[in-house]
């Protein structure tokens, strides 16, 4: 092999590993609307119907369970006397035409009310900062409604997590925290323990699981 036919094929193996490179970049810029990464097989079960199988994700920005329907995406946190719904091992209930993740649930229960908000990425100005001079949008008024429960979204859109936590108590009251302290407000009597554990344990409010685990030390004595 000449060295010009060498140095041909390592430019086609640059110019290929470049390709995939930059399509997997693009492919990490562009903002997930849902909580899962596809629709998975679930039920929904209804107060006074039978249940009905499907495929469902969660929609983070509409903060609804969207149902994949014959290829359409149908929103179903409004569908009648609807009780909650069974999406993987995930149990979401619906109350007042609003869905919420069960994680603990019983006696008393931990519910999280997934919510997310879409705004327009900032521009990067002087020194490496950010100006977030556009208002916050709802992302249907940006992008078609296709496009809006699309499993991607386009680039140019940052999704900011503003979730709660609810602690459901035995006599139905809800309390919803998004903090340690809240936290330890609600278990007044175990406000030391509660706060030493999540400092121990650097729970971190935007993952799930810490929170769970936080509760369930919060519920175990």
Known sequence: MDQQKLADMKYVIALSVLV????????????????FENFMEGTLFYATAPPRTAKFNYHLVGQEIVMDFENKKVPVNNFPNLDSVQVGDHTFIVVDGKSYEKLIHSPIQLLVDYKYTSQIEANEG???????AAKVVVANQRIGPNDFYALEWNE?????????YIIVSA???????????QLAQIFKDRKKEIKAYASEHKTEFTQVGDIEKLVQFAISQ
């Open 171 to 181: 006599d139905g009251k809800w309390s919803k925290f998004n903090s340690v302290n």
């Open 126 to 132: 002087a020194y490496g900062t950010k100006s977030h």
């Open 156 to 164: 140019g859109y940052e999704l900011v997590n503003r979730s709660d």
């Open 20 to 35: 995939i490179w930059s399509s997997q970049i693009e492919a990490q810029n562009k903002p997930k609307p849902y909580l």
